[in-house]
Structures are given as C-alpha cells and as structure tokens.
C-alpha cells in the first residue's frame, strides 16, 4: 500500500514563493504519472499539475508559467515548485495519482495549506 504526505504550505504574499513536497511512504512505480491537485473549501478539487514517469509535464492554463512540478523516484518524493503566487492560488494542495480524481476509492490525505495574502 501507499501514503502520500503533502507538506511546504503556509502563509506568502502574492507574488512569493513555496515549494510543497509530497514524500511517498511505499513504492511509486516508473509507470505511475502523478499530479497535484488543489481545493477551496465548497468547490471541486483541481488538477493543476501532472508529471509521468518519463518526465513530461502537464498543467492548468491557471498555472503554467508559474508553477513547476518535478519528482526523484529515487527518493519516492515530487514537488511543486509555486513562483508568482496569487491571492486565488489559495487553496489546500493535495498530492495523488494522476489518475486518482477519476477513481471513486482513491484515498486523500490531509493536504497541505497554502494561503495568499498581503
């Protein structure tokens, strides 16, 4: 089984800066794409990034440019590195499968906070 821990949130102003990591407790295959998603309390969870195994990128228009996903299998963790920030960046940021908004059983962990604001 696998556990994904999102940490790196906290408070900047807008046009700082964070970086959140997602340490892996288990094995994420070569195979496995994974993405970060992000949600406001009373609205849908977001795909705002996604990685595959070989290394290509993917991401919200609302993001790109700004935010840069990138991960070491070697050490079962990924990132996200947020550049530019924005007050409706604001959001709880959860790391997952690529795959894991589509599956009605996927897990979700506690999310790590990110708060915009002057």
């Known amino acids: 089984q696998v556990r994904l821990e999102e940490s790196g949130g906290g408070l900047v102003q807008p046009g700082g800066s964070l970086k959140l990591s997602c340490v892996v407790s288990?094995?994420?295959?070569?195979?496995?794409?994974m993405a970060w998603y992000r949600q406001v309390p009373g609205k849908q969870r977001d795909l705002v990034a996604v990685?595959?195994?070989?290394?290509?990128?993917n991401y919200a228009d609302s993001v790109k440019g700004r935010f840069t996903i990138s991960r070491d299998n070697t050490k079962n963790t990924y990132y996200l590195q947020m550049n530019s920030l924005k007050p409706e960046d604001a959001a709880v940021y959860y790391c997952?499968?690529?795959?894991?908004?589509?599956?009605?059983?996927?897990?979700w962990g506690q999310g790590t906070q990110v708060t915009v604001s002057s």
């Open positions: 990685i595959s195994s070989g290394g290509t990128t």
């Open positions: 288990g094995t994420i295959l070569r195979t496995d794409t």
């Open positions: 997952n499968y690529a795959t894991a908004h589509l599956l009605p059983g996927a897990s």
